[in-house]
């Protein structure tokens, strides 16, 4: 344990002290600015995603801005075109790192992307805000640089596992996972929570990220005599292979992760998507009626900007902006990566402004909540099941 302790202690002694300053400054910080940057997609196949995410963090900083900036600073903020492609993440990174001089990456999109700029980004002392993925890497193995809000895809299909064996008495439980990171990180899940319950994995598949013909899949997990279904899926393999389930006239329960609890869901798959259910680290407003306070001022500004209310995608932007000031303002006016990174460890039960667990971080506890939220689709929207939020953990 003492060994342990002491490694700790010097990683953080070789990461922090070493990065905080470039010469007689730290990087990103004069006196008058702050700067922030995020690589994310603003063209390509998630584009919506990334200009929603980084729309909304602007908005955030913008209204810090306004209200007279942190301590006497101001924030720029920095947005470059990954194209969702990991070559041009790096890229763009780099120029972000190197060229801007970013004091954070926050709210940057992809798993696989964050992964690859990590190795040029955490040497350089550039902490990691809230990435647009709630994969484990984000957060594990612990880096006193990097930082996420809400549980993780794999604490998040573990807890909906143990609700639906527990609580639902679920005896055969298979999987349809899409062949990615982010499908063997939920098969990872599924398993380890079946152990936890001495249960095997009865049947899975796999499929590309492409396919869309959900057919087989569906025949031999229903020839399988599956009673759950969780799916490894995101947003289009989601919407079509509840659509194939479906189809056949299957009547059996089907469980995503957060990744697959977006709008689009119910709004593009329609009637067929009824009674699907979702786990998801943090629960957002489907509607202007579900906000109040500070949530909705939001949501009316958003729209009178954009044309549209924001959807999940804006709402994690927003709150990965909302908590940045408020670590700035908790880090003080010797702003420094050290006292930026204890401003967000003394953080205690943020309340999330449209939902969701509260929010804690603490020197080793670098992930904001291990708990999740039950969701399912009811009337073409994301809703908790019997009304009320039912936490979850594992």
């Known amino acids: 344990m003492r060994c342990r302790l002491i490694a700790r ?143 993780t895809y794999y604490d998040q299909i573990r807890a909906g596992v143990r609700y639906f064996v527990e609580e639902r008495g679920k005896k055969k439980v298979c999987l349809m996972h899409v062949d990615t990171e982010y499908g063997e990180e939920i098969l990872e899940g599924v398993r380890d929570q ?49 659509a194939a389930v479906r189809s056949v006239g299957w009547d059996v329960d089907l469980l995503g992760a957060s990744a697959s609890c977006n709008s689009v869901v119910p709004q593009s798959g329609g009637p067929a998507m009824e009674g699907l259910y979702g786990v998801s680290g943090l629960t957002y407003a489907t509607t202007v009626e579900d906000v109040s306070g500070r949530g909705k001022e939001f949501f009316e500004r958003y729209k009178a900007r954009h044309g549209t209310y924001p959807t999940e995608v804006g709402q994690f932007g927003y709150t990965s902006a909302d908590l940045t000031v408020l670590v700035l303002e908790n880090a003080g006016r010797n702003l420094t990566v050290e006292s930026f990174v204890k401003g967000m460890q003394a953080i205690r039960e943020y309340q999330h402004l449209f939902g969701g667990p509260a929010i804690t971080f603490g020197p080793e506890q670098h992930k904001g ?11 073409g929207r994301w809703v908790y099941p019997d009304g009320t939020r039912r936490v979850l953990t594992y």
């Not at 963090?57 to 990991?86: K, T």
């Not at 790192?97 to 798993?111: C, K, P, Q, Y």
């Not at 899975?204 to 396919?211: I, L, N, V």
């Open 9 to 151: 202690f010097l990683s953080v002694l070789l990461v922090l002290p070493a990065v905080a300053t470039t010469g007689h400054a730290t990087q990103g910080v004069t006196d008058t600015e702050i700067v922030f940057g995020t690589h994310t997609a603003l063209s390509g196949p998630v584009a919506g995603w990334g200009i929603e995410a980084s729309s909304a963090v602007r908005m955030r900083f913008e209204e810090a801005n306004e209200a007279g900036g942190l301590h006497g600073r101001r924030i720029r903020y920095i947005v470059e075109d990954s194209q969702y492609l990991v070559p041009t993440a790096v890229q763009r990174a780099n120029k972000l790192i190197h060229r801007d001089r970013v004091f954070a990456m926050i709210a940057s999109i992809g798993t696989p992307h964050n992964n690859a700029v990590f190795s040029m980004q955490l040497p350089r002392g550039v902490p990691s805000l809230f990435p647009y993925t709630l994969a484990r890497s984000m957060v594990e193995p612990h880096h006193p640089l990097k930082f996420q809000h809400t549980s």
């Open 369 to 379: 909540s291990d708990e999740s939220v039950l969701l399912r689709i009811r009337d």
């Open 194 to 242: 079946l152990k936890v319950h001495g249960m095997d994995l009865v049947a899975r598949t796999t499929h590309k990220a492409e396919d869309t013909n959900f057919v087989a899949h569906v025949t031999r997990l229903r020839g399988a005599g599956c009673d759950l279904v969780v799916q490894g899926t995101i947003i289009r393999d989601t919407i079509l292979s509840t």
